[in-house]
């Protein structure tokens, strides 16, 4: 069992930055691959970014390279996403996720995080 919290969400100007985190307990947080996903109204959780246990190997979406960097503190059970040049279109709610084999699929998310609203203004 593992509980994901969310934090760091909030409003921000178009080209603005904003660090998101994700605070782990439970089972031990270093055996899971890390992700974030997003949602925006009316539209499908979609992948963003995976770090592995390692934090060597790390996946992102193509609509994101170049501007978004996931991290993890194992020592401090924590997932980072910074987000950089944001767009409106980067508006959304955005989930941490924790998943034994995740890359890049919700299917392979073990849990979820209930989310934290990022909005990104014109």
């Known amino acids: 069992q593992v509980q994901l919290v969310e934090s760091g969400g909030g409003l921000v100007q178009a080209g603005g930055s904003l660090r998101l985190s994700c605070a782990a307990s439970?089972?031990?947080?270093?055996?899971?691959?890390m992700g974030w996903f997003r949602q925006a109204p009316g539209k499908e959780r979609e992948f963003v970014a995976t770090i592995r246990r390692s934090a060597i190997t790390t996946y992102y979406a193509d609509f994101v390279k170049g501007r978004f960097t996931i991290s993890r503190d194992n020592a401090k059970n924590t997932v980072y996403l910074q987000m950089n040049s944001l767009k409106p279109e980067d508006t959304a709610v955005y989930y941490c996720a924790a998943g034994g084999a995740l890359k890049s699929v919700a299917a392979e998310v073990d849990y979820w995080g209930q989310g934290t609203q990022v909005t990104v203004s014109s």
């Open positions: 439970g089972s031990t947080f270093s055996n899971y691959r």
